[in-house]
């Protein structure tokens, strides 16, 4: 089995290297395809793909059309809007995300911005940008 990571961000430990090497071969891009032609190209003979949002936009039907040996599909967000999914569905490409990729993040972001519209700190901050040193905003 052939693994193709066309992610550049993907950070493996030793651990992880070695189970996927189990797998068989694996190749990890080192700088993101920037075309249809050039993805197409690099998974033509892969058999399982680890894909990040690419730089040109989708995985397309195309890319997904031209990948005679792909059977599996693993997206690094929690997203597929990116991928074009009917069209590895009729291939019957398994396709997964990471469900709980940034679980943390989106919390802690929850809370900032309730803090944010709780006490006001953008309408006050964009008032003092403006030079108005009061804020009649409370």
């Keep these: 089995m052939k693994i193709v990571c066309l992610s550049t961000e993907s950070k493996w430990t030793d651990s992880e290297l070695a189970n996927l090497k189990k797998l068989g071969a694996f190749v990890q891009i080192s700088t993101p395809p920037q075309s249809e032609v050039e ?32 059977k599996g599909i693993s997206i690094v967000t929690t997203r597929f809007a990116w991928v074009d999914i009917e069209p590895a569905r009729k291939k019957r490409i398994v396709v997964s ?18 803090l944010d519209v709780s006490r006001k700190i953008g309408l006050s901050r964009a008032s003092t940008r403006t030079g108005n040193r009061t804020f009649d905003g409370y």
């Design 97 to 114: 995300n990471l469900p709980g990729y940034s679980t943390v993040s989106v919390a802690e972001l929850a809370l900032g911005l309730m």
């Design 39 to 70: 993805t197409i190209k690099l998974l033509e003979d892969a058999d399982y793909a680890i894909v990040a949002p690419l730089p040109f936009g989708r995985l397309s039907a195309k890319i997904i059309e031209s990948s005679p040996k792909l």
